[in-house]
């Protein structure tokens, strides 16, 4: 009988070999019931042919070995999990459902370290793992708190004289190494209230020739739910693909065929929807182009506007230094033109707008929000608080703050002075510490704390009207993100489907992450007192500040001290 230790060892080396041919897989989650694939022999993927099939049991295996070995299998993804399937009955074979819930072990976790529990009669055994990471059943990754646990229950009994599984949990539990070898990120991709922009919707694959066709059909089901109302999709309720349901793919072009749809949609909505089926398949390395049928009829490309894939971010970040607004530019710091002399206002947390055209800062240790225009001499109120937190503007102009002790509610202040409360109602009873909104102005992340608790940090999306106008409220099924930190210091957008913060686990120090909106995070480095960070559009160009008005930049995955440079609360535009 192989022991489960050679049985961990054969394992460790297939990851290895994986993970060798997988080197262009970065930072990545796993789907649960999503409509995920798997890798054939004939898939044409790498991993395909230089993974090596994990162990199946060994005649005598006891129940904890079969367990444990079906748990490891779970990694091997060939034939259709068919090494974790022999582990079970063949009737539970036919049933299990490795898609359905898929949960994240930390890369420290052994299996052969995880506490059991056998029944007297030898038939049923239960099993708890920590967990730091689940994807739902439609490939949407959410983050779980310190100490998260997933206990699970199996039901075993003899088939031929030999221990196997009669009763499995669906879905998988895999470390983190395996997650970012096996399943892939990719975005599916909506549209901006005004339709100027694409929005992603970061979900999570398993690495499979059947790939497109999973994505499609998440497309047609539309956004996550915290994406829900603000963002907008061209393709009709009730879209199916047609024929044989699945995309094909020949000589790099992906064919997409759609059902007939009533009513039949106009030319500029054939070429909206064409144009969101385009941008979420053509990231796939396999595929060049598209052609799209909807009911029989091709969808030419010319009708397919042209829609900007994200924000740009042309100015330099804005800095407190000497008393006065300042930009960064390289290793120097150079005071804003018409800055007032702000060392006697308590200022802090200055943001500049996408275009340039106005700054805002607190004064008054938070009580006042101010504004600047770039062509006016003076600074004007535009909002005042008890003690509102940092301000951040969207595409719009409008400026988002919001209290420190909150009653579930925050404030923007429209380009024209109009004040929107917007109600966030997970907020009430929290203390917010920071208003981040997304440069594409759908989403919003909220670093807030409560007594006794991890700090959060809540990215959910904002409703708006066609002037761009915020709804009443926000919607109503914020995702956690980097959910398994104990402290998060600050926080800021850092791309559009990441974020980057200044975070630790217990007992640790803060140090800036890099942190998937719908994904798992990657400590950048070290920085020794970090108490501010904002990220670049691109998510290379980070800044942090010290609490001594230190200024760090992050380039070519290192940090570079700017050196005889004092400075605080960095903020990029937007």
Same mark, same amino acid.
């Given at each position: 009988?192989?022991?489960?230790?050679?049985?961990?060892?054969?394992?460790?080396?297939?990851?290895?070999?994986?993970?060798?041919?997988?080197?262009?897989?970065?930072?990545?989650?796993?789907?649960?019931?999503?409509?995920?694939?798997?890798?054939?022999?004939?898939?044409?993927?790498?991993?395909?042919?230089?993974?090596?099939i994990?162990?199946?049991?060994?005649?005598?295996?006891?129940?904890?070995?079969?367990?444990?070995?079906?748990?490891?299998?779970?990694?091997?993804?060939?034939n259709n999990?068919?090494?974790?399937?022999?582990?079970?009955?063949?009737?539970?074979?036919?049933?299990?459902?490795?898609?359905?819930?898929?949960?994240?072990?930390?890369?420290?976790?052994?299996?052969?370290?995880?506490?059991?529990?056998?029944?007297?009669?030898?038939?049923?055994?239960?099993?708890?793992?920590?967990?730091?990471?689940?994807?739902?059943?439609?490939?949407?990754?959410?983050?779980?708190?310190?100490?998260?646990q997933?206990?699970?229950?199996?039901?075993?009994?003899?088939?031929?004289?030999?221990?196997?599984?009669?009763?499995?949990p669906?879905?998988?539990?895999i470390?983190?190494?395996?997650?970012?070898?096996?399943?892939?990120?990719?975005?599916l991709?909506?549209?901006?209230?005004?339709?100027?922009?694409?929005?992603?919707?970061?979900?999570?694959?398993?690495?499979?020739?059947?790939?497109p066709?999973?994505?499609?059909?998440?497309?047609?089901?539309?956004?996550?739910?915290?994406?829900?109302?603000?963002?907008?999709?061209?393709?009709?309720?009730?879209?199916?693909l047609?024929?044989?349901?699945?995309?094909?793919?020949?000589?790099?072009?992906?064919?997409?065929?759609?059902?007939?749809?009533?009513?039949?949609?106009?030319?500029?909505?054939?070429?909206?929807?064409?144009?969101?089926?385009?941008?979420?398949?053509?990231?796939?390395?396999?595929?060049?182009?598209?052609?799209?049928?909807?009911?029989?009829?091709?969808?030419?490309?010319?009708?397919?506007?042209?829609?900007?894939?994200?924000?740009?971010v042309?100015?330099?970040?804005?800095?407190?230094?000497?008393?006065?607004?300042?930009?960064?530019?390289?290793?120097?710091?150079a005071?804003?033109?018409?800055?007032?002399?702000?060392?006697?206002?308590?200022?802090?947390?200055?943001?500049?707008?996408?275009?340039?055209?106005?700054?805002?800062?607190?004064?008054?240790n938070?009580?006042?929000?101010?504004?600047?225009?770039?062509?006016?001499?003076?600074?004007?109120?535009?909002?005042?608080?008890?003690?509102?937190?940092?301000?951040?503007?969207d595409?719009?102009?409008?400026?988002?703050?919001?209290?420190? *002790? +909150?009653?579930g /509610?925050? $404030?923007? @202040?429209?380009?024209? %002075?109009?004040?929107?409360? &917007? !109600?966030?109602?997970?907020?009430?009873?929290?203390?917010?510490?920071?208003?981040?909104?997304?440069?594409?102005?759908?989403?919003?992340?909220?670093?807030?704390?409560?007594?006794?608790?991890?700090?959060?940090?809540?990215?959910?999306?904002?409703?708006?009207?066609?002037?761009?106008?915020?709804?009443?409220?926000?919607?109503?099924?914020?995702?956690?993100?980097? *959910? +398994?930190?104990? /402290?998060? $210091?600050? @926080?800021?957008?850092? %791309?559009?489907?990441?974020? &980057? !913060?200044?975070?630790?686990?217990?007992?640790?120090?803060?140090?800036?992450?890099?942190?998937?909106v719908?994904?798992?995070?990657?400590?950048?480095?070290?920085?020794?007192?970090?108490?501010?960070i904002?990220?670049?559009?691109?998510?290379?160009?980070?800044?942090?500040?010290?609490?001594?008005?230190?200024?760090?930049?992050?380039?070519?995955?290192a940090?570079?001290?700017?050196?005889?440079?004092?400075?605080?609360?960095?903020?990029?535009p937007?």
């Amino acid at each position: 009988m192989k022991s489960t230790r050679s049985r961990r060892s054969r394992m460790t080396m297939l990851l290895l070999s994986m993970c060798a041919s997988l080197a262009l897989v970065g930072c990545s989650s796993i789907p649960t019931s999503s409509p995920v694939g798997h890798i054939e022999d004939d898939s044409g993927d790498p991993a395909a042919s230089n993974a090596r099939i994990p162990d199946g049991p060994e005649p005598g295996d006891s129940i904890s070995e079969i367990v444990r070995g079906f748990l490891a299998a779970g990694a091997g993804t060939g034939n259709n999990f068919s090494v974790a399937r022999s582990f079970l009955t063949e009737a539970e074979a036919q049933e299990w459902s490795p898609q359905e819930s898929v949960s994240v072990m930390p890369n420290d976790t052994d299996l052969d370290s995880l506490n059991s529990e056998v029944t007297s009669d030898q038939k049923t055994l239960t099993m708890s793992a920590p967990v730091v990471g689940l994807v739902d059943s439609s490939g949407v990754y959410s983050s779980t708190k310190p100490g998260t646990q997933s206990t699970m229950e199996f039901s075993l009994r003899q088939e031929n004289g030999e221990w196997r599984i009669s009763s499995a949990p669906n879905g998988l539990l895999i470390s983190q190494t395996d997650f970012q070898t096996i399943f892939l990120n990719y975005s599916l991709e909506f549209f901006t209230s005004d339709y100027s922009y694409l929005v992603p919707d970061s979900r999570w694959f398993l690495r499979s020739s059947s790939t497109p066709t999973a994505l499609m059909n998440e497309l047609l089901s539309g956004p996550a739910p915290y994406l829900s109302s603000a963002v907008i999709t061209a393709i009709p309720d009730g879209a199916k693909l047609s024929d044989s349901n699945v995309v094909t793919i020949e000589n790099g072009v992906a064919h997409v065929a759609l059902g007939a749809q009533s009513p039949a949609p106009s030319e500029r909505e054939k070429g909206l929807i064409r144009q969101q089926i385009a941008a979420t398949l053509q990231v796939i390395p396999s595929i060049s182009s598209i052609e799209l049928t909807i009911g029989g009829q091709v969808v030419p490309a010319s009708l397919q506007p042209k829609t900007d894939s994200s924000v740009q971010v042309d100015g330099p970040p804005v800095v407190l230094a000497d008393g006065h607004l300042s930009r960064v530019s390289g290793t120097t710091v150079a005071k804003v033109e018409n800055s007032p002399n702000l060392e006697k206002a308590k200022a802090s947390d200055p943001a500049v707008s996408l275009d340039d055209s106005l700054y805002v800062y607190l004064q008054k240790n938070g009580k006042e929000l101010m504004r600047l225009k770039s062509d006016a001499v003076d600074a004007t109120s535009i909002l005042n608080g008890k003690k509102l937190v940092r301000p951040s503007i969207d595409r719009f102009n409008t400026t988002w703050t919001g209290e420190s *002790a +909150n009653k579930g /509610e925050l $404030k923007a @202040v429209g380009r024209d %002075g109009k004040v929107f409360t &917007v !109600a966030a109602d997970f907020l009430a009873g929290r203390r917010l510490v920071d208003v981040e909104v997304s440069r594409d102005g759908t989403r919003v992340a909220l670093l807030s704390r409560h007594k006794g608790e991890p700090d959060r940090i809540d990215v959910v999306g904002i409703p708006r009207d066609k002037a761009g106008n915020p709804g009443d409220s926000v919607s109503e099924s914020p995702i956690a993100v980097g *959910a +398994n930190f104990d /402290e998060v $210091k600050d @926080v800021s957008w850092a %791309g559009s489907t990441s974020l &980057v !913060a200044l975070a630790a686990e217990r007992g640790e120090k803060a140090q800036p992450f890099r942190i998937g909106v719908t994904g798992p995070s990657a400590q950048l480095g070290e920085v020794s007192d970090g108490s501010r960070i904002s990220g670049g559009v691109d998510g290379r160009s980070i800044l942090v500040t010290s609490s001594a008005g230190e200024l760090y930049s992050y380039n070519s995955n290192a940090w570079q001290k700017l050196v005889d440079v004092a400075a605080k609360d960095p903020s990029y535009p937007g």
